[in-house]
């Protein structure tokens, strides 16, 4: 039995995953799926964001959905998303932006970099370590030039080797396999590539850049999309993979019936994908795009649909008979 452990985390979570939950379920009733509650509100009232269980529970899952968690900028808390991440040891982190005239993967890795969680912070200084390792350079490029081979067999290499020696190591490991594997390649320091992807989003394909610097290209990435509401995520590792929007728990409009859900039903299909069920996930985004096309969208895009009422009409062109 095929068994998904759904996550909502805090704010726009509890409305997105519902919609996308119910897609998954009218898809795949065979599936079990179970709740997991884990996040900033679960501290509130426990002091505990996420408990080893709850790893434990999410490591029983062949895949997990995920809302998103608040992170507050604490000294001691720490970061529920990053804890799991290294805990699955999800190290690929998938973040398509894709449209009419461009289909860009950005690959972030997701376990090092600046987010090596080794650091210490004083009353006047304070210090993080970015750490990047041959074994973990060398999984992650191999990773985006499997996807490069895949699609249109391009790779660029996103790095600021000019200043820190840590992006020297990572952009030699990635142009070595580049060779190896044979992968045509390019590489741009990560300042003009994000400009460059919004002025030239068609000359991009698989792009494969350090852990923060994937996290900021990739919200920068979906302006060209719409914004955040729109792109959608898969962490995969060796054993496990979670899907998630890339927005966070919106606490602007959480509560207000006015979160897009487009992103998180984009990380179920992508979910659907990773378990062999290629076709539902054309379903889901073609449902998405029939919708979109019938004038109903939400807020962030121009519209003026409710979460609620994006999510069902995604669900009623899926009940449609094909
Ligand atoms: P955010 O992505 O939550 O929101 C940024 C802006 O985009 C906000 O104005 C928000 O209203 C808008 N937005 C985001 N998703 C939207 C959607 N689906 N529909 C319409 N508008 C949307 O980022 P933030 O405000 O910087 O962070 C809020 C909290 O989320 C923080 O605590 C942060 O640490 C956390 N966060 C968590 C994750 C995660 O769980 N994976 C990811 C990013 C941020
Ligand atoms: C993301 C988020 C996370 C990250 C935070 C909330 C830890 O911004 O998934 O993009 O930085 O990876
Ligand atoms: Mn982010």
Redo the contacts with the bound molecule.
């Keep these: 039995m095929t068994r998904i452990a759904i996550v909502k ?5 509890h409305e ?1 995953i519902p919609a996308a939950q119910k897609v998954l379920a009218v898809l795949h009733p065979e599936y079990e799926y179970f709740p997991v509650e884990l996040g ?1 509100h679960r501290w509130e009232q426990t002091g505990c964001p996420c408990a080893d269980r709850d790893i434990a529970m999410l490591k029983t899952a062949d895949a997990v959905l ?7 900028p604490m000294k001691d808390y720490q ?1 529920v ?1 990053l804890r799991i991440r290294k805990a699955l040891d999800l190290y690929a982190n998938l973040r398509p932006v894709k449209s009419d005239g461009f289909d860009i993967m950005i690959v972030r890795e997701n376990t090092e970099g600046m987010y090596s969680g080794i650091e210490e912070i004083g009353p006047d200084r304070a210090t993080t370590l970015r750490v990047v390792t041959r074994a973990g350079t060398e999984r992650i490029v191999r990773a985006a030039i499997r996807l490069a081979r895949q699609r249109k067999g391009k790779l660029t290499i996103g790095h600021k080797a000019n200043v820190l020696k840590s992006d020297v190591l990572f952009r030699d490991i990635c142009i070595a396999e580049a060779k190896k594997a044979g992968v045509s390649y390019n590489e741009k320091f990560i300042d003009a590539l994000g400009l460059d992807v919004l002025q030239h989003p068609q000359a991009y394909d698989v792009i494969v850049t350090t852990n923060i610097f994937g996290d900021i290209l990739s ?1 920068v990435a979906s302006y060209l999309v719409g ?3 729109l792109v959608p995520s898969a962490n995969i590792g060796d054993r496990y993979a979670l899907f ?10 959480a509560g207000k019936n ?7 039903l984009r990380s179920a299909a992508m979910l659907l994908e990773h378990l062999g069920d290629a076709n539902g996930a054309v379903r889901v985004e073609s449902a998405i795009r029939q919708v979109l096309a019938s004038g109903i969208r ?3 895009i121009g519209g003026s649909a409710g979460t609620r009422e994006f999510g069902n009409a995604v669900l009623r062109v899926l009940g449609e008979p094909e």
Excluded: M
């Design positions: 985390g805090d704010g726009i979570g997105v900033y995920f809302g998103a968690v608040t992170t507050p970061s998303v919200d914004g955040l509401g998630e929007p890339v927005h966070g728990s919106a606490p602007d409009i006015s979160a897009n859900p487009i992103a998180t939400t807020r962030d």
